[in-house]
């Protein structure tokens, strides 16, 4: 059974930082993505920040958080990480770990994961 267990959030002020992580376990396979993705209150879920753990360790995030998110791996505690800087108002949200094995031209698409976590949730207050 995959198992991914978000932790870290919390509530902040504009400016401030987090570090989300992810453990992961129950894997059978080395998942060729893991990333991290965002949902707010009606708005659809959107790819934050990937990495190509298949791929020689390369990264993707979206244009809003180019700069301020860095996303990392240890894989000897196999656990996924995000430094999130500079937050804004518009960065809260609840952020959900995520992985799969299966290769894609569009990385940061959720609908292209096969497990997720229960998520962690992201405040920012100005």
């Known amino acids: 059974q995959v198992r991914l267990v978000e932790s870290g959030g919390g509530s902040v002020q504009a400016g401030g930082s987090l570090r989300l992580s992810c453990a992961a376990s129950?894997?059978?396979?080395?998942?060729?993505?893991m990333g991290w993705f965002r949902q707010a209150p009606g708005k659809e879920r959107e790819g934050v920040a990937i990495?190509?753990?298949?791929?020689?360790?390369?990264?993707s995030y979206t244009d809003s958080v180019k700069g301020r998110f860095t996303i990392s791996q240890d894989n000897a505690k196999n656990t996924l990480y995000l430094q999130i800087n500079s937050l804004k108002p518009e960065d809260t949200a609840m952020y959900y770990c995520?992985?799969?094995?299966?290769?894609?031209?569009?990385?940061?698409?959720?609908?292209?994961?096969?497990?997720w976590g229960q998520g962690t949730q992201v405040t920012v207050s100005s």
């Open positions: 129950g894997y059978t396979y080395s998942p060729y993505y």
């Open positions: 995520a992985a799969t094995s299966r290769w894609t031209r569009y990385p940061l698409d959720p609908g292209r994961f096969d497990h």
């Open positions: 990495i190509t753990t298949g791929g020689g360790g390369s990264t």
